[in-house]
Every structure is written in structure tokens, then in C-alpha cells.
């Protein structure tokens, strides 16, 4: 709650699962905002982004993956992979624990 604090939050936007102001401000809608937030997280010097669509019910939305990977593509293409398999780090993917490299 003090991280919500910092950017203006109060008690009444996390009461009743999130306001809408709360909810917005975290999670990206719409294939444009989803973009301008992972620029956002990789010029604030990210070297890995996780993406989990969800749907209106807040499950993950697994059919929401193809629309979500056409729209990074061009990103994804330009961004050299940093892990040691040659994986990139930002994948439209549910968590997925990646085994440790080894050298």
C-alpha cells in the first residue's frame, strides 16, 4: 500500500478489488497502452517484462495472446535477447519458470 501511496492512491482504490482510476493505472488496455507500457518498463531499464492478459472477469484470457504478440512483434524483433538460452525475455505467455543457465 505505501508503493500505491507514493503515486496518489488511497484506501478507497484498493477497497472492493481496485477503483477504476487504480485499475487503469496498473493495467494496460488496449493493444496501444499495452505497448507504451512496456516501453515504459524497458526504458525505465527492464531487462524482462511479463504480460498476462486477462479478461473482463480477471482470469487469464489465453485467446487474447495472438492479438497481444501481433502487437509487440516489431518490438520483440528489435530488442536483442539477454538470457543465455537465446530466448527473448518478454514473452505473451503465462509465468513460466525458465530452468537456470548453466555455462
Do not use: W
Amino acid at each position: 500500500m505505501s508503493n500505491l501511496r507514493r503515486f496518489g492512491f488511497g484506501d478507497d482504490d484498493v477497497a472492493g478489488g481496485g477503483s477504476d482510476k487504480l485499475i487503469s493505472a496498473i493495467i494496460p488496455s488496449g493493444p496501444e497502452a499495452v505497448l507504451a507500457s512496456v516501453r515504459g518498463h524497458l526504458a525505465a531499464g527492464a531487462d524482462h517484462v511479463l504480460l498476462r492478459p486477462l479478461a473482463g472477469n480477471g482470469r487469464f484470457a489465453a485467446g487474447d495472446l495472438d492479438g497481444l504478440a501481433s502487437v509487440l512483434k516489431d518490438l520483440l524483433s528489435a530488442t536483442p535477447s539477454t538470457t543465455c538460452s537465446g530466448f527473448p525475455r518478454f514473452r505473451a505467455t503465462k509465468q513460466v519458470r525458465s530452468p537456470r543457465c548453466r555455462r
